[in-house]
């Protein structure tokens, strides 16, 4: 199953293009002309005068660019805790459960798949 997993990971990093950077930020010309000043023109970026960029690369900068805004610096963080507190429950629960309550092993797992299914899903809707 992890196999099947790490290839379809695989497949999105080799078959997905990265949209380009700065394509909604519209901020920087609604408030020059809401200040009646204009803007000074875009340069276009020229993709011979830059080397192509690695996966690495892409990371890098993409991690660059969630810590540079605060919003998304702070997300980034409140969605890491949000993680670690879920791993936690996920692996330290049970064993607290079947620890104390051995006898009811069947019982714990099926209630405790369904409390997985139904929170999970609308944690992440």
């Known amino acids: 199953m992890g196999g099947l997993g790490v290839a379809i990971g695989l497949l999105g990093v080799f078959l997905m293009k990265e949209p380009e950077r700065?394509?909604?930020?519209?901020?920087?010309?609604?408030?020059?002309?809401?200040?009646?000043?204009e803007l000074p023109p875009k340069k276009e970026e020229d993709d011979e005068d830059e080397p192509k960029k690695n996966i690495a690369q892409n990371f890098m900068q993409s991690l660059t660019d969630c810590i540079k805004n605060p919003v998304t610096r702070w997300c980034t963080v409140a969605t890491m805790f949000r993680f670690v507190a879920m791993f936690a429950c996920d692996y330290y629960v049970p064993a607290f459960f079947l620890g104390q309550y051995p006898k009811y092993r069947a019982q714990f797992s099926l209630l405790y798949a369904a409390m997985c299914a139904v929170c999970g899903l609308s944690s992440s809707i």
């Open 22 to 37: 700065g394509r909604f930020d519209r901020y920087e010309e609604d408030l020059a002309r809401a200040e009646g000043r």
